[in-house]
């Protein structure tokens, strides 16, 4: 027998091997729980109410009593979640519990809040084409969200305001934390633009991080108009409704994040060459912001997530996904771009920037 790097295996080898595998095969069989036990507990409200209790530590009986919830149920949830390590308790005596950084991330609000990501990750319209991820992968046209709900998720969520909400929530929660990583990281991208439209913007939140970090900045969040038409005002960021296929409202620097991965490379060209003609010839640039498949080390541990995606990619949209930098470098050049350059983040995107 031959182990995973072709090397035969002895005896012993081999059984460890197998008793690798037994252990091993539960994390699939059981592995929607950690998403749907982290789901319940931000339902509930668990994170609140020990943050609005200092952090913790809080009784079982106080946490229960917050949540409405009976003592013996949330005793099992929590101890599921603490060996989880996502919250944690006192050692000794009856069972006290505190935040973590992790459980501060179930929080519906604040900076490294992700809970509408999970409850749109969680939701039954966004788990139910993952029942299809067989058919999509033998017939390549056949989109398994369009199998689960007759129509693609962005015409979905234009006809169910509720779940566009969350769509728009949970693309909010992963643009705070990718923002972030840009300005800690990746700050000079922004040297001397004023102006700057957002495609595929959302609800606004990255332009509005955005022009609170480099203030010489006027933005354009420019989107769908059912996405627009309900995005909340801020100084300084003007909401565009409109179809980036058609075209895209001018400024000197086009920004696409996590939007050319919903779509195949057809669809991508047009975009970015509708963003080229939306920018000046000389100093203007298109920024992307996406994951670049294999850029880092293969134990980097945001590579698994990179991975991931991928997959949502497959179960939600029709052709889109990750790409490696050979697959971003032929888009690229077919659109038209005379170079670019890739610079990685911490954080599951890189910016790629476009010159004309
Ligand atoms: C995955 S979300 C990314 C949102 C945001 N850029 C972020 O990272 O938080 C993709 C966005 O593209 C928008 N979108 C889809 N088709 C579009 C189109 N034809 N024109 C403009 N925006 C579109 C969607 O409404 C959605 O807000």
Redesign the pocket.
């Given at each position: 027998m031959e182990g995973t790097q072709g090397k035969i295996l002895s005896e012993e080898e081999k059984q460890e091997d197998e008793a690798k595998a037994a252990v091993g095969i539960w994390k699939y069989v059981f592995g929607f729980v950690g998403m749907a036990v982290v789901k319940c507990a931000i339902e509930l409200g668990i994170a609140e109410a020990l943050e609005e209790h200092g952090g913790g530590p809080m009784t079982l009986a106080d946490l229960s009593s917050a949540v409405g919830c009976r003592p013996a149920s949330v005793f099992r949830i929590m101890r599921f979640l603490v060996h989880r390590r996502i919250f944690k308790q006192t050692a000794q005596g009856s069972p006290a519990y505190y935040q973590t950084s992790l459980s501060r991330c179930l929080l519906k609000q604040g900076a490294s809040s992700m809970a509408a990501f999970v409850l749109w990750e969680g939701s039954r319209q966004a788990l139910e084409p993952w029942h299809n991820l067989s058919g999509r992968v033998r017939d390549e046209d056949a989109s398994a969200f369009e199998a689960a709900h007759g129509k693609d998720v962005?015409r979905y969520?234009a006809e169910n305001p509720g779940h566009s909400k969350l769509?728009?929530e949970a693309?909010?929660c992963?643009?705070r934390v990718?923002v972030a990583a840009i300005v800690s990281g990746f700050p000079e991208v922004f040297d001397g633009v004023g102006s700057v439209v957002?495609?595929?913007?959302?609800d606004g939140?990255?332009l509005r991080l955005l022009v609170k970090a480099f203030p010489w900045i006027r933005g354009i969040s420019?989107?769908?108009p059912?996405?627009t038409s309900v995005a909340p005002d801020c100084d300084r960021v003007k909401h565009v409704g409109?179809?980036?296929?058609e075209k895209v409202p001018n400024a000197d620097a086009a920004?696409?994040?996590?939007?050319l991965?919903?779509w195949g490379d057809d669809e991508c060209v047009q975009v970015l060459q509708k963003c080229r003609e939306a920018i000046p010839g000389g100093k203007g640039k298109v920024i992307i912001?996406e994951a670049v498949i294999g850029e880092k080390k293969e134990d980097d541990e945001l590579e698994d997530v990179r991975l991931m995606l991928d997959m949502v990619m497959m179960a939600h949209t029709g052709k889109g996904k990750e790409r490696t930098l050979e697959e971003w470098k032929h888009l690229i050049m077919e659109s038209g771009f005379s170079r670019f350059t890739v610079n990685p983040l911490h954080a599951v995107q890189s910016v790629i920037v476009l010159y004309p």
């Open positions: 962005w969520a769509i728009n693309m909010a992963d643009a990718a957002d495609v595929g913007g959302g939140t990255a420019f989107d769908l059912h996405v409109g179809n980036m296929f920004v696409l994040m996590w939007v991965h919903d912001v």
